[in-house]
């Protein structure tokens, strides 16, 4: 008789748990963010016809708006950005300050649709890189460097966050200036993608250069 409850116990409690299963299922991990940019290590062929594919994908669902991530041939000024055809919403500016045989910082500065806002955004990235703590006297010296010559207007946009239809995407594209456009979805939400622009100094494959030189 005391096994029997024994095992009536164990019953009962399996039952339970299974119940509570049913009732209260697992739910699956939903995905939070997209990107958009090269995979480090990836191919910049297979890049550009991602992103190719991605703008054409877009062009079937004409009138609706998408993110978009331009990256450019070489780096660029504000007045170049100002210039991209298709009238496109600039919404991020990434800058890079190149310097030969040195890892510069990336510096994204949200940009308003107000046109001063995207005038001065090379200013508050030099405020920003100025204020950051750096953990090395020599990421000190890079940032101080990139600051000064990002607060003299240098060109040194690598690429800008946009938003706008496949007709306005498919315009920017065609700007000699242009590498490429990658495009997101239009279901995407701002501020849920990451943004990681296809560099001018990735020719064949999207990998760190050397960083053995004075900044």
């Known amino acids: 008789m005391r096994r ?10 399996v039952l ?24 480090s290590g990836e191919l910049v062929r297979d890049y550009l016809a ?25 780096e660029v000024s504000v007045d170049d950005v100002a210039a991209l055809p298709g009238d496109l919403r600039i919404a991020q500016v990434l800058f890079r300050v190149p310097i030969d045989r040195v890892q510069t910082p990336l510096v994204p500065v949200a940009v308003s649709a107000h046109p001063e806002a995207l005038r001065s955004a090379a200013r508050v990235a030099a405020g920003r890189l100025r204020l950051q703590a750096s953990g090395t006297d020599r990421a000190a010296q890079i940032a101080a460097a990139s600051a000064d010559r990002l607060a003299a207007g240098c060109a040194c946009i690598v690429g800008v966050a946009v938003r706008g ?16 456009v990658e495009v997101l979805p239009s279901d995407a939400v701002a501020g849920r993608f990451s943004l990681n622009p296809l560099l001018p100094e990735h020719v064949e494959s999207v ?3 050397p960083d053995d030189a004075e900044p």
């Not at 748990?17 to 939903?30: I, K």
């Not at 991602?50 to 450019?72: M, N, Q, V």
């Not at 995407?169 to 242009?178: I, T």
Request: glycine share 10%; aromatic share 6%; hydrophobic share 45%.
């Open 4 to 13: 029997a409850l024994s095992w009536a116990a164990v019953a009962v409690l």
């Open 16 to 39: 339970a748990v299974l119940v509570a299963g049913w009732l209260s299922p697992v739910r699956p991990a939903s995905v939070r963010s997209d990107g958009l940019g090269p995979d």
């Open 50 to 74: 991602r992103a190719d594919e991605s703008l054409t994908e877009a062009e079937r669902e004409p009138g609706t708006e998408h993110w978009g991530l331009i990256s450019f041939e070489r």
């Open 165 to 180: 239809t496949p007709a306005q995407l498919r315009a920017a594209a065609g700007d000699p200036g242009v590498r490429t």
């Open 207 to 209: 990998v760190p250069g």
